[in-house]
């Protein structure tokens, strides 16, 4: 079984970035489709980001222009958040939707 995990969270001013990535113990992401997910305590979590193993990419309306996911290997994924928001404060989790993986998360947190 595939395990995924995630780093690169942290503590930022609204505007600025981070990187998160997603690392795969084996290569997976060229074969598969991935996703980057969000929760907040008490809410669904919710679809921010995905990448076909094609390379096709799709975005959550709220990160459009401001997100990007990119593939650097089979192992390894990117999330770019750029003038990040508030309302984008969450644990942010990677997975691959056919294999039912999922990693264990890391935290967001965007200041006012």
């Known amino acids: 079984q595939v395990q995924l995990v995630e780093s690169g969270g942290g503590l930022v001013q609204a505007g600025g970035s981070l990187r998160l990535s997603c690392a795969a113990s084996?290569?997976?992401?060229?074969?598969?489709?991935m996703a980057w997910y969000r929760q907040t305590p008490g809410s669904r979590r919710e679809l921010v980001a995905g990448l076909a193993a094609t390379g096709l990419e799709n975005y959550e309306d709220s990160v459009k222009g401001r997100f990007s996911v990119s593939r650097e290997n089979g192992n390894t994924v990117h999330l770019q958040m750029n003038n990040l928001k508030p309302a984008d404060t969450a644990v942010y989790y990677c997975?691959?939707?056919?294999?039912?993986?999922w990693g264990q998360g890391t935290q967001v947190t965007v200041s006012s």
């Open positions: 084996r290569s997976t992401f060229n074969l598969n489709d």
């Open positions: 997975s691959v939707p056919m294999l039912n993986v």
